[in-house]
């Protein structure tokens, strides 16, 4: 019985071990291991300029945690993270993703380029030919390329260039800025007013000092020396405004007095018609390429502009000293003044039908105003600035300052007169009925001549 007993309980060990061990291989196959985790990701833009955003979508599977590395040293523990970058450069951005099963990595290359930007300096008061300050705020660029937008295609690889533009409008300004990551363009419109006119100069003949100089009209009084005329004095001066020429007389080496052209900062001086005798006012009809010149001998001459064919004395008086003249092309007239009989003709261009209109007059200059018919003559007897119809009638004053004048020039735009004052040592402007007079400069010595540049 005993034997018996011992072996039952053997068999039954045994059968609760193989229970035991069905048991523990079926709960291994129903608790299998977790899924592995996917890291993946896209971003808005792979390549983006400095201080653009970049929003990165996180598209992993299996993961509950992220770590995010942006290549520039800065992380993020964000599910989808925005990130912008400070320099130019390659960045690689990293994410790791991890789940119960583990971790994986899922990288992406991002090209960032410099980011291009720039201000105009005083943007609202932009006038043509006056320089515009362009002052470049790009950030981590290298180098620049700047596109004007003018009409020449001007360019500048400056970094905060000055440019003028030459004409008003509206110009499309671009500004490219590179680094060895890359390059961003961008534009903006630049609206360019009118240029402000430049002030007219009134140039002037200073005998006593042996100079020609200018007066800039600009209210200041600016006075520059033009061409140091030693040895040459005159009264004459006219102006060439097609070719940009200043013509003055000369008469300090009489009886071989001369007509000089020159540029206006006095450069390229010339004498085109030598040995006048005693030659006084001159008068250019720029259009028919003509100078006209009056001299001490009663001559009325006129040459070609470079003084080529000339004909001395096509007109000619005896007995009279000219001392002025002045052109009316549009009527085919000259006016031409004499200091000894004392009166003022007119005459046809071409030296025929002279007429007396106005006699009893003694003076040095005379003025045709075309423009309102008009003509306006010093008169010494009486020392008196007058002006008149071109018929010589109804002559009225204009001023009464007494000295002698032997320039006169009128700018019609502005509605004024300009005149010189030999005796007084000044040079005046006034209305042209001669109110509102303005001493323009004073304490020159012995101001002859003079010619309006605008």
């Known amino acids: 019985m005993i034997k018996i007993n011992f072996m039952k309980t053997n068999f039954l060990s045994y059968i609760f071990i193989a229970v035991l061990s069905f048991t523990f291989f079926t709960c291994e196959e129903d608790d299998p291991l977790p899924p592995q985790s996917q890291a993946e990701f896209t971003a808005s833009a792979t390549e983006v300029a400095v201080g653009e955003e970049i929003q990165f979508t996180n598209n992993s599977q299996n993961a509950t945690a992220y770590a995010w590395s942006f290549g520039d040293g800065t992380t993020s523990n964000q599910v989808s993270p925005r990130k912008s970058y400070d320099t130019s450069n390659v960045f690689l951005v990293s994410l790791v993703s991890t789940g119960a099963g583990g971790s994986t990595i899922s990288n992406m290359e991002i090209t960032v380029t410099p980011a291009a930007s720039f ?25 620049y390329s700047w596109s004007f937008g003018d009409a020449d295609n001007s360019t500048s690889t400056e970094e905060n260039p000055l440019f003028a533009f030459p004409s008003a409008g509206t110009f499309t300004v671009s500004l490219t800025a590179s680094s ?44 520059e020396d033009v061409y140091n005329a030693v040895g040459k004095g005159g009264v004459g001066m006219a102006y060439d405004a097609v070719n940009e020429k200043l013509y003055f007389s000369d ?13 206006l900062d006095g450069s390229g001086i010339e004498a085109i018609a030598s040995n006048i005798d005693d030659p006084y006012a001159i008068a250019l009809d720029v259009a028919g390429n003509k100078i006209y010149w009056v ?29 002025a003249i002045s052109l ?24 025929t039908d002279p007429n007396v209109i106005i006699t009893g007059n003694y003076g040095y200059a005379i003025l045709v105003d075309t423009v309102n018919d008009k003509i306006y003559f010093d008169d010494q ?27 006169m020039q009128i700018d019609h735009e ?34 002859r001549g003079i010619a309006l540049i605008k």
């Open 180 to 223: 060895a990551y890359g390059s961003q363009t961008v534009t903006k419109e630049v609206v360019i007013g009118e240029a402000p006119e430049s002030p007219a100069e009134l140039y002037y003949m200073a005998i006593g000092d042996e100079y020609i100089r200018k007066l800039i009209l600009d209210g200041q009084g600016t006075v």
């Open 381 to 407: 007897n009486e020392e008196l600035l007058k002006v008149a119809n071109l018929d010589g009638t109804n002559i009225q004053t204009i001023d009464d300052g007494g000295s002698r004048i032997y320039g």
């Open 328 to 351: 009316d092309v549009e009527n085919n007239k000259m006016y031409v003044y004499d200091a000894n009989i004392e009166e003022i003709y007119e005459v046809n261009l071409d030296g």
């Open 414 to 447: 502005a509605g004024k007169l300009y005149w010189s004052g030999r005796d007084s040592g000044e040079l005046y402007s006034a209305n042209l009925d001669g109110t509102d007079k303005v001493v323009l400069r004073t304490g020159i010595s012995s101001p």
């Open 251 to 263: 008469f300090d080496t009489t009886p071989f007095g001369n007509i000089w052209r020159m540029n």
């Open 119 to 143: 201000m105009v300096e005083d943007e609202e008061n932009l006038t043509a030919t006056i320089p515009v300050q362009f002052t470049n705020t790009s950030i981590s660029a290298d180098s």
């Open 295 to 323: 001299d001490d001998a009663g001559n009325v001459s006129k040459a070609n502009l470079d003084g080529s064919s000339a004909e001395i004395g096509f007109f000619s008086m005896t007995g009279v000293s000219w001392r």
